[in-house]
């Protein structure tokens, strides 16, 4: 099997849902041109930067190429020139102009998944998957199966950059058509190869109206293949009235043609989409996946929820960078994200467009099928504290406000489940969620330090609000054994501001180094007996800055709290 070998290591470095930072350094003039220094940066729980240049000509070849997928993609790049292109301020004016387009790259959802901008900005990583083709490994691996026959192979229809997907025939009846899908395990892959056979048997032999189970072939280690019926397509193709074997971006950018569902229609797709989850949830099944991507339409009536196996596989869920945002509190489990994908498309049924944001807090509310409570509590912000409703609480919600009628619970299967494959399910979630809260606690660190850096760095801008509450004087409450001490620090604290002038701001007074020096003020009136003062320093040099930066940094954590506070 050794022409797996280049994949198979290649997915231990790389996770695909990592969000890109890209900015461009300088500039540099080489054989006539002009190239970009730009640097890009994968953030993670351990940030990986490197460099890659580029001339203004391959951002015109990749606008180009991602013109040919839509029309409507605009990278908004400057326009040509042809007389001057080396002259510096048109370069800089370049420069501003193509990251700008940069960003638009790194922060669309849709585009940073696509395999033309990441083999673009990470051509290390991506540029030899882009051309390679998987034809002949999939044949070598069904040569020995006497079901399915090989037909041919398909654009990237799905977002995932190392899922290639195959049309396929079963041999019992060569008129249908099937799908064949050839996955790379993802970095969150725990099982070994041995145990991870046994799970993914396990997945197929549950039955359920609302669950569409894949037929899982023997594959190499590292790989999966599975087969899924293709039927109508997705819920995403159904509102954006597109066929499903066509190319990701082709598909879903052009959000004019999205459309509405039927009111009663969308009422029973959500009734079936929570009796799915509720089932899976019950039967404690790891799953994390859901959007409308995996929600596969049997007809216009019934619908199931696909990609259960996904989770098993160690692959990362559509919206992970979102999750990431989201934080703990409102993210703890699989069963959370479930709910979270599911608020997703709760807003593309009543809003008419994909939500590309972590959270949102206004509805427009353009259908008469009123969600919007069960909305802002699924995609409420971070810093609403609000906890994310389970499955069971969304279904009695929507009972007591009659949408969903008192019929007979869809999930009434029983699911037996070996023992030994419950503890790889408790094992497999708890390997999904620990490399989320890895990356929650780096990003919650991160907004820490720039808010402690702000603070210092810009202490007027923050003087509005940080000083007048908590940077004046604090008063602490002290024994009178200690107020003579305390007195003679001040005392001598002031005879050293004389002589080093440094601004200290006493009294709400900022007194000025030079006029210490020529006009010494008149000596501030002791404190209160019961109690001493701190002063807060507002300007230093930078190495002083720094020198408190790294002291608050070293702070104790609940006392750093509460001057952030």
């Known amino acids: 099997m050794s022409i797996f070998e280049n994949s198979a290591t290649l997915k231990d470095k790389v996770d695909d849902t990592h969000p890109l930072k890209c900015t461009i350094l300088n500039s540099r003039n080489t054989s006539g041109y002009t190239e970009y220094v730009i640097e890009v940066t994968r953030t993670g729980v351990q940030d990986y930067t490197w460099k890659i240049f580029k001339r203004y000509s391959d951002f015109v070849k990749l606008q180009n190429m991602l013109y040919k997928l839509s029309p409507k993609i605009n990278l908004d790049l400057p326009p040509k020139k042809f007389i001057g292109n080396m002259d510096r301020k048109l370069v800089m004016q370049r420069q501003n102009a193509l990251q700008s387009s940069l960003n638009t790259m790194v922060e669309n959802l849709m585009l940073a998944n696509s395999l033309l901008v990441r083999s673009f900005l990470d051509p290390e990583s991506y540029s030899e998957y882009c051309k390679e083709s998987l034809f002949q490994k999939v044949g070598m691996v069904l040569r020995g199966n006497r079901e399915f026959e090989l037909s041919k192979e398909l654009p990237n229809i799905g977002w995932r950059l190392r899922r290639k997907s195959f049309l396929s025939k079963w041999k019992k009846d060569p008129k249908q058509e099937l799908l064949l899908s050839w996955t790379e395990c993802g970095p969150d892959l725990l099982l070994k190869q041995l145990d991870l056979i046994t799970v993914l048997k396990s997945i197929s032999s549950i039955i359920h109206p609302l669950v569409d189970i894949p037929v899982i072939l023997p594959s190499p280690e590292g790989y999966t293949l599975s087969v899924h019926n293709i039927q109508v397509g997705s819920l995403r193709d159904l509102l954006y009235q597109t066929t499903p074997l066509q190319p990701f971006l ?45 929600v596969l339409v049997c007809d216009i009536e019934n619908i199931k929820l696909t990609g259960i196996e996904n989770s098993t596989l160690g692959l990362p869920s559509y919206y992970r960078s979102f999750l990431v945002q989201l934080g703990k509190k409102r993210i703890q489990s699989l069963n959370d994200i479930d709910v979270y994908g599911f608020g ?19 509805f427009s509310q353009k259908t008469s099928l009123n969600l919007t409570k069960q909305m802002k509590t699924i995609l409420a912000p971070p810093s609403s504290k609000l906890l994310m409703p389970t499955v069971n609480s969304i279904i009695t919600n929507l009972k007591h406000a009659r949408m969903i009628d008192e019929q007979k619970d869809p999930s009434f299967f029983k699911c037996k489940i070996p023992v030994l494959v419950k503890e790889h399910y408790i094992l497999i979630a708890e390997k999904c969620m620990s490399r989320i809260f890895e990356d929650q606690k780096k990003i919650a660190l991160e907004k820490r330090h720039k808010k402690i850096y702000k603070i210092i760095h810009d202490p007027e801008k923050c003087s509005g609000v940080t000083q007048s509450k908590h940077f004046d004087f604090h008063s602490i409450k002290s024994n009178s054994s200690l107020d003579i001490n305390n007195r003679s620090h001040s005392s001598s604290s002031n005879s050293t501001l004389t002589s080093t002038g440094s601004d200290i ?49 070293s702070f104790d954590t609940n006392k750093l709290k509460k001057i952030v506070k």
């Not at 709760?346 to 008419?352: A, G, P, S």
């Open 250 to 294: 082709k598909k879903y950018w052009d959000t004019s043609s999205h459309v509405y569902l039927p009111d009663q229609t969308m009422v029973s797709y959500i009734k079936q989409i929570l009796y799915g989850l509720k089932f899976l949830h019950d039967n404690h099944i790891p799953y994390g996946h859901l959007h409308s991507g995996n």
């Open 344 to 362: 997703h498309i709760l807003y593309e049924f009543t809003e008419n467009e994909p939500l590309l944001r972590p959270f949102c807090e206004h």
């Open 505 to 553: 701001q006493t009294n709400s007074i900022a007194v000025n180094s030079s006029s210490l020096v020529s006009n010494p003020p008149p000596p501030p009136p002791p404190p209160p007996p019961s109690t001493t003062t701190i002063p807060i320093i507002s300007s230093q040099s930078n190495n002083q800055r720094m020198a408190l930066l790294s002291s608050i940094s």
